[in-house]
């Protein structure tokens, strides 16, 4: 009775006697015994408060913190002015589940209106929601969103999309019925021509830019081929900063834009927490996931804010719901909102910028090295695909061992490409760094 530790001897046996049961055991006799457990848990000794604090620290000093990071593929390492997580600790801010009372959350629901508001200036849609889990599960019930739309199974899917986020992508497509055609790449590396695969049967296309490779795609005429189909464009974008410096999505004809805004000063903290957003055309709007934050106002014209929209089965007729996520990344979102307000329109520009300068700076240095060379000649943004003499695997070992994250082996998701290597140059990498980076690959020149 470890569970209620509170409860004495005579409480236990008059909850028993109220609900009708003689025994604990009794109330467990629907399960049939096979399925029971009869032996204790496989668990260590209980242990003190200094003991416990003792093995998570000993556990914590397992991590690897490298002095130079050349690792993107979806989680980027960037700068986090200090403002961002002294405002966002503030305890009105990080002990908020949710603001189902509006009377006293404002705070948090127009900082979660401030928050849609930057989204959709980022990428030129109408329409924003209050974020979900992460990129992966965006882009997945972003494709739900256009079969219910279009009351139509086929999606077409770009292979630059990240292989997690594809993963994801065809567990939900599995489940819904859903057909999930997969475009190829170009040489280029980016996505062919994808007139010949959609059709009046296609639902939506889904593209990402920069892709997983790094490259640039061009989404206007992937939006123009849709549109002739009567069909929908998703565009998702794992590497948020990119929107600082490239055209909006929904400026090119994206219906639908998702992404991940871990970039937007959330650390990558070995994984997550982190922040997926969705932004839409207005007319689509009671068809998007999640909540939708907005303004009101009070019998005396006060401005408030409120949950406008909450399309989930719990505030609504469960036929009605368009999705079962259970809620939004409030806290993250306000990081996001808090870095995006504090570096501005401008320095937001100018890190694009820097992100991009650097990566052409590494990009050149390693293609000049010998045995090494670009895979793809797309335009990128800040990461790229480099070619190696050796497995792209032992680089990564061999380097982390000497302080530096050399990137990703793309043979972790494609396991024929032993020799390539995804590479990420952010702001955070100094010109030293990246040469540093550059003479020790060159010592895997001979092969």
């Keep these: 009775m470890r569970y209620i530790p509170n409860a004495t001897p005579e409480e236990r046996a008059s909850m028993l006697a109220t609900i009708g049961a003689s025994t604990i055991d009794e109330l467990f006799q629907g399960i049939p015994e096979e399925l029971k457990l009869q032996r204790p848990l496989n668990l260590p000794p209980m242990a003190s408060e200094a003991e416990l604090t003792a093995l998570f620290e000993s556990l914590a000093g397992q991590n690897v913190l490298p002095r130079a990071s050349f690792l993107g593929a979806g989680v980027y390492d960037h700068a986090r002015p200090l403002i961002v997580d002294m405002l966002a600790s503030r305890s009105e801010f990080y002990t908020s589940y949710t603001p189902y009372q509006p009377e006293i959350n404002q705070g948090t629901l127009q900082a979660i209106f401030e928050y849609q508001t930057l989204i959709c200036q980022l990428t030129g849609m109408d329409v924003s929601n209050a974020s979900m889990y992460d990129g992966a599960t965006s882009l997945a019930e972003a494709i739900l969103m256009a079969v219910r739309l279009t009351n139509r ?25 859903i057909e999930l055609v997969i475009a190829p790449l170009t040489e280029n590396g980016t996505t062919t021509p994808i007139e010949a695969l959609v059709n009046d049967a296609t639902a939506c296309v889904a593209v990402q830019s920069p892709n997983f490779f790094g490259c640039l795609e061009d989404v206007a005429p992937v939006a123009e081929a849709t549109q002739k189909c009567k069909a929908m464009t998703v565009v998702a974008v794992a590497e948020a900063l990119s929107l600082g410096l490239l055209v909006p999505p929904g400026e090119v004809g994206a219906d639908i834009v998702v992404g991940e805004g871990q970039s937007f000063g959330i650390p990558p903290s070995f994984g997550g927490p982190h922040l997926g957003f969705f932004a839409a055309r207005e ?29 989930r089965e719990q505030h609504i007729r469960r036929e009605k719901a368009t999705s079962n996520i259970c809620s939004n990344e409030g806290l993250c979102a306000l990081v996001a909102a808090i870095y995006l307000s504090t570096v501005g329109r401008r320095g937001l520009q100018e890190l694009a910028t820097r992100n991009l300068q650097k990566a052409a700076y590494l990009k050149n240095a390693l293609a000049a090295l010998p045995g090494f060379e670009l895979a793809y000649r797309a335009p990128i943004f800040n990461e790229f695909v480099v070619r190696t003499p050796v497995s792209a695997a032992r680089i990564v070992d061999e380097l982390l061992a000497e302080g530096i994250l050399a990137g990703l082996p793309l043979s972790r998701y494609f396991p024929e490409r032993t020799r390539e290597l995804l590479v990420c140059a952010t702001e955070n990498a100094t010109r030293a760094a990246m040469d540093d980076f550059a003479a020790k690959l060159a010592r895997y020149s001979a092969g």
Aim: proline fraction near 4%.
């Design 153 to 177: 199974l086929r999606v077409v899917m770009s292979a630059g999309v990240h292989p997690e986020y594809r993963a994801v992508c065809e567990t939900y497509a599995r489940r819904a019925g």
């Design 283 to 311: 007319r689509f709007a009671r068809q998007m996931p999640g909540r939708l934050i907005g303004q009101a106002y009070d019998a005396e014209g006060n401005r408030g804010f409120v949950i406008t929209l909450a399309t």
